[in-house]
């Protein structure tokens, strides 16, 4: 009776031969299917980084466009002004600084002009720098970009992306009917990975031309026309001496 049940045991237990032939079979079909999952959820975080890359180089763009559109500089009525004394350039690519003075859109009235009630109302304007810096990802070849705003002292300092690959505000003199017009050519790139493995041998400050594989390339262009010069510039009978004068930090 007892050499019975030992026979039964025997019969119910696996062998090791056909543990091994069973984890061979499960690898099989379920590699596919691994696979299968992980490209999938690779696609769908691909596509939510695209999303997010995307929608901050438009941040970043509205906010330079915006600087720039109001843009101004202090007249020095001894010599005749230029579109150079504009902007202050310093650096080359990638690692370049670009400082301007605005009006700031943000502020209340009363903190802009000093004296409204009098003939002469000094205008109080931001000193605007963007500068491109090495990012705080050593694995990663890209730069960080910052924005810094002077405003009587007060400096408001901002990190707008740490995914630059290739910044450049670039000054464009165009005629038009007789007339000359300046503008300012905006170019931006971001970009993204799942793996930092995927920008090996990448230099940022090399502007891509195309999409690379794996690579997630957000790239934005834009023509600003400084209002504040081009009303100077083309404009004869503009008398400088209106009512609002600008006043920079520093000034007296």
Same mark, same amino acid.
């Given at each position: ?138 694995? %990663?070849? +890209? ?5 810094? =705003?002077?405003?009587? *002292? /007060?400096?408001?300092?901002?990190? !707008?992306? &740490? ?24 170019? %931006?790139? +971001? ?5 930092? =493995?995927?920008?090996? *041998? /990448?230099?940022?400050?090399?502007? !891509?031309? &195309? ?26 009978? +503009? ?14």
């Amino acid at each position: 009776m007892v050499k019975s049940l030992n026979r039964t045991n025997r019969r119910k237990a696996f062998t090791l031969v056909e543990i091994m032939i069973a984890a061979i079979c499960m690898s099989i079909i379920m590699g596919p299917i691994y696979m299968i999952l992980r490209s999938g959820s690779d696609t769908s975080l691909k596509g939510m980084l695209r999303i997010d890359t995307t929608l901050k180089a438009r941040n970043i763009m509205q906010q330079v466009y915006a600087d720039l559109k109001m843009s101004c500089f202090k007249l020095n009525y001894e010599k005749e002004y230029s579109f150079d004394d504009l902007m202050k350039v310093e650096g080359d690519l990638p690692y370049i600084t670009y400082s301007f003075t605005t009006f700031p859109i943000h502020e209340k009235f009363e903190n802009i002009f000093e004296n409204p009630s009098q003939d002469i109302n000094w205008r109080k304007v931001s000193q605007i720098t963007y500068r491109v810096e090495d990012g705080d990802n050593p694995n %990663l070849p +890209l730069k960080k970009l910052i924005r810094e =705003e002077n405003f009587e *002292g /007060k400096i408001t300092r901002r990190v !707008l992306s &740490e995914k630059i690959n290739f910044f450049e505000i670039k000054p464009i003199p165009l005629e038009v009917v007789g007339k000359n017009q300046y503008y300012y050519l905006i170019t %931006l790139q +971001l970009l993204d990975v799942l793996h930092a =493995e995927d920008l090996k *041998g /990448k230099k940022a400050g090399e502007r !891509l031309e &195309e999409n690379q594989k794996d690579v997630i390339l957000a790239d934005f262009f834009d023509i600003v026309s400084p209002d504040y010069f081009n009303a100077l510039w083309n404009d004869e009978r +503009l008398n400088p001496n209106w009512h609002t004068k600008i006043k920079t930090n520093g000034d007296e």
